[in-house]
């Protein structure tokens, strides 16, 4: 394979000024194709960096894996952006950048001089993302939002997802964050494809909000009062009880997905182990089914009992043989020694200065002709700051004058 097609984004200079999850993780998917992305962190470093001991994982310079996941494959600069020559460090960095992306809020940037106006007026052709938690305007545009309170919460996925009367459901970090760094990508990716023909740059931006709204379009729609659909549904009342979930035997619970009620209702009735319901009038149709809440109920309540016969293994093996779309509902910790995910190249095992080696999620896309940079270890606040500087023409002592100045750590 051709070294330059491994690399396709090769040429390409990120700076990012970026915390916590989205935006980097946006950052770590153009660094593993190429791009030169410098992430610039305060002098006391991203608080992401803390993160992993929430999560019961080390972190520390040598081993710092919840960060190394959004962080790997980039150079690290450490800069005091409230300091003149900090901020003339930082526009120099940005005077050939062709992307900038960066969370800082609105205020924050216009008070450090970051701006898209002042950054375009030095570089016109820059493509500048600001990622938000709500959006630019509105009454919520300057409140911080972390993807459980903008995605999650505001979206109504935290508290209509559950069942009817159950607790709200509770997200680990970062899974909002995570879908906004893929639109985050298709909008820079969109941007830089215009910008090839006609030698424009733009400001374009993200929220965790609006990418909740797009994710979760198809309930937003069908929720407005002149349709029916509503939640929390019920735990006895679902939308379809052929594609619901059901406990087996030995308390593991499977999911199964039927496209179409009608065509697919006898083949369906033997699988699930109610033969005697194929001609029952009130199922036999899904407008039956859905005529009386009360079929629906009966159904569910038919079928669930039938599931809780047979091992989750025995129906997994029934439902191949029947063609039907279904899943045990595995769990987190099993993914990471999962063979569907090694066979693909979804992991990679990454060693840390420490010796420990961890499975780290791959970028999400894969390619016939480009090969992803090997995910590698972050290492501590400022690790590349000589050689990005060096670049940038400061000798030796002048770094180390401005590190005297706490302008770089």
């Avoid at 002098?43 to 803390?50: F, T, V």
């Avoid at 997200?171 to 941007?191: H, K, Q, W």
Wanted: net charge negative; hydrophobic share 40%.
């Amino acid at each position: 394979m051709n070294q330059n097609l491994q690399l396709p984004l090769r040429g390409l200079k990120v700076v990012e000024l970026g915390t916590h999850v989205a935006i980097p993780l946006a950052g770590r998917y153009f660094a593993s194709l190429g791009a030169e992305v410098i992430k610039v962190e305060s002098i006391s470093g991203d608080e992401w960096r803390k993160v992993g001991v929430s999560y019961g994982c080390t972190a520390v310079d040598e081993e710092n894996p919840v960060f190394t996941i959004a962080n790997a494959n980039k150079h690290f600069l450490s800069l005091n952006l409230k300091e003149s020559s900090g901020k003339e460090i930082m526009f120099q960095l940005l005077e050939d950048a062709d992307v900038f992306l960066t969370n800082v809020r609105q205020k924050g940037l216009e008070k450090l001089g970051f701006h898209y106006e002042a950054v375009k007026e030095k570089n016109p052709a820059i493509v500048y993302c600001h990622f938000t938690g709500y959006g630019e305007t509105g009454p919520d545009a300057s409140r911080p939002g972390f993807d459980t309170a903008a995605f999650w919460a505001k979206s109504g996925l935290l508290a209509d997802l559950p069942f009817e009367g159950d607790y709200p459901l509770k997200p680990s970090g970062g899974i909002g964050d995570s879908i906004v760094s893929a639109n985050v990508v298709s909008g820079v990716m969109t941007a830089l494809y215009a910008r090839e023909k006609t030698g424009v740059g733009t400001f374009l931006t993200a929220s965790l909000y609006q990418s909740a709204i797009w994710v979760n379009a198809a309930n937003v729609v069908t929720t407005q009062k002149m349709y029916h659909n509503y939640y929390p549904k019920p735990k006895d009342l679902p939308d379809d009880p052929l594609s619901f979930v059901f406990l087996t035997k030995d308390k593991q619970w499977i999911i199964t997905a039927v496209v179409d009620y009608n065509r697919d209702w006898p083949k369906v009735c033997r699988a699930y182990g109610v033969p005697e319901l194929e001609e029952d009038p009130r199922f036999s149709t899904e407008a039956a089914v859905q005529s009386n809440p009360e079929h629906i109920r009966e159904l569910c309540r038919r079928i669930t009992a039938s599931f809780a016969t047979k091992t989750a293994a025995e129906w997994s093996k029934i439902l191949t043989e029947a063609d039907i779309v279904h899943s045990v509902a595995g769990h987190i910790k099993d993914v990471a020694e999962d063979e569907q995910a090694w066979a693909n190249g979804y992991l990679e095992h990454v060693t840390f200065p420490t010796g420990t080696q961890v499975a780290i999620p791959q970028i999400p896309v894969q390619f016939s002709e480009y090969q992803p940079i090997p995910c590698t270890a972050t290492g501590g606040i400022g690790r590349d700051t000589d050689e990005i500087l060096s670049k940038l023409g400061f000798t030796h002592d002048q770094i180390d004058a401005l590190r005297k100045k706490n302008t770089v750590r």
